[in-house]
């Protein structure tokens, strides 16, 4: 490890961790990107489960116990997630993890047994991939619906009015193949015709082989399972070829970024599925709640956007949970009440889990970079 990346992990536990500070009655471990391309989506994961949590121990806590969330980095790399897991594991003894991204990393926890070999649940991990919610994985909690409803959405929103000539540029691994599986079948259902297939691969934006793929099929719709990093770039250079077909992209790509990135001029008309409601929407319980409480215990420089929502969604539940099962409470009495939890009313949108069922919600939605560069439903 170089010094910077030892410096990077110091930066981002140090916080918890310094002389003085108090420890902790409740321990809850995140291992996720703090480094890298999906750094921002590690960050905006983290501050809007601190957020909740900031509030719940100004609050007094649970059940007079108060909540310490330890963050470590993992680059994005599936490696370290199964590495940086089994540490925290038996380094902080931690009562869940939440929030760990990817597809694949959350794949290797799977594959490997760690999560049951620990017996600790994890909790509202970025990932929507049917093939870590099919068949249910008793320590595994999803507060997002799968990738699989939000390309369904996509594709009923647009293929019916026209756009049928339909192409795909995805992530070279499990979350992308799965993404290309949940278009594939979305397609047969509506009578769309998949034209073009290109890809990338984890941790890179090296697109310019797929946009020659991709615009070379002349489609009419570009449906993208990317992130953030790699949607720009795709964005940016397809756009440079004169195409004009609707790209839309699935919620792990930010909005906001792609904007700050290529400019709003090229990222205008970009759809995105959402699995978390608009951050500006004060309509939604919610949103008004993070918004009041941001004001209370700003967290930073954050961003509130749907990353961030998404963040404090999964802790609220983790919250509601803790809550429920009781003073000093265990690994495996959390996991239960989890699951026992039935319909949760996070403020206008509901989280369910049961035995059979460990995939919380089916929230979706469309948004589209206006010519302001603001989201638009």
Not at 66 to 80: F, P
Request: proline fraction near 5%.
């Amino acid at each position: 490890m170089t010094f910077r990346q030892i410096f990077a992990r110091l930066a981002i536990t140090g916080a918890t961790l310094l002389p003085g500070v108090a420890a902790a009655d409740i321990v809850i471990a995140q291992v996720a990107p703090f480094s890298g391309p999906l750094a921002p989506t590690g960050n905006n994961m983290k501050a809007g489960a601190q957020l909740c949590f900031d509030a719940v121990n100004a609050a007094g806590g649970i059940n007079g116990e108060k909540i310490r969330l330890i963050a470590t980095d993992d680059g994005y790399k599936t490696s370290e997630t199964v590495r940086l897991v089994q540490e925290m594991t038996r380094e902080h003894h931690p009562v869940a993890f939440f929030g760990i991204v990817g597809t694949g990393n959350v794949e290797g926890l799977i594959k490997g047994n760690i999560l049951a070999r620990a017996g600790i649940p994890l909790v509202a991990a970025r990932t929507g991939a049917t093939s870590v919610s099919t068949p249910v994985h008793p320590w595994l909690f999803l507060t997002r619906a799968s990738y699989a409803q939000e390309i369904r959405k996509t594709v009923e929103q647009f293929v019916p009015l026209g756009y049928r000539r339909v192409a795909v540029f995805y992530q070279n691994d499990p979350f992308g193949l799965d993404g290309l599986k949940g278009l594939e079948n979305a397609l047969q259902q509506s009578g769309g015709e998949l034209v073009a297939k290109g890809s990338y691969e984890k941790n890179t934006v090296q697109v310019e082989n797929a946009v020659k793929t991709i615009a070379g099929a002349s489609p009419q719709l570009v449906v993208m399972v990317s992130n953030t990093a790699a949607s720009s770039e795709f964005v940016k250079q397809f756009r440079a070829t004169g195409n004009h077909a609707q790209l839309s992209t699935i919620s792990v790509t930010d909005g906001g970024q792609v904007i700050q990135k290529i400019g709003v001029d090229t990222a205008r008309g970009l759809a995105i599925s959402q699995v978390v409601p608009d951050p500006a929407n004060m309509s939604v319980l919610l949103i008004r709640e993070i918004q009041d409480r941001l004001k209370k215990y700003p967290q930073g420089n954050a961003t509130l956007n749907h990353t961030l929502v998404e963040g404090y969604l999964g802790a609220k539940v983790l919250v509601e949970a803790l809550r429920l099962a009781g003073p000093k409470p265990t690994a495996k009495k959390l996991r239960d009440t989890l699951e026992g939890i039935g319909q949760f009313d996070a403020g206008g949108l509901n989280i369910g889990f049961s035995p059979n069922n460990h995939r919380g919600s089916a929230y979706t939605d469309i948004t589209i970079i206006g010519r302001n560069g603001k989201l638009l439903r």
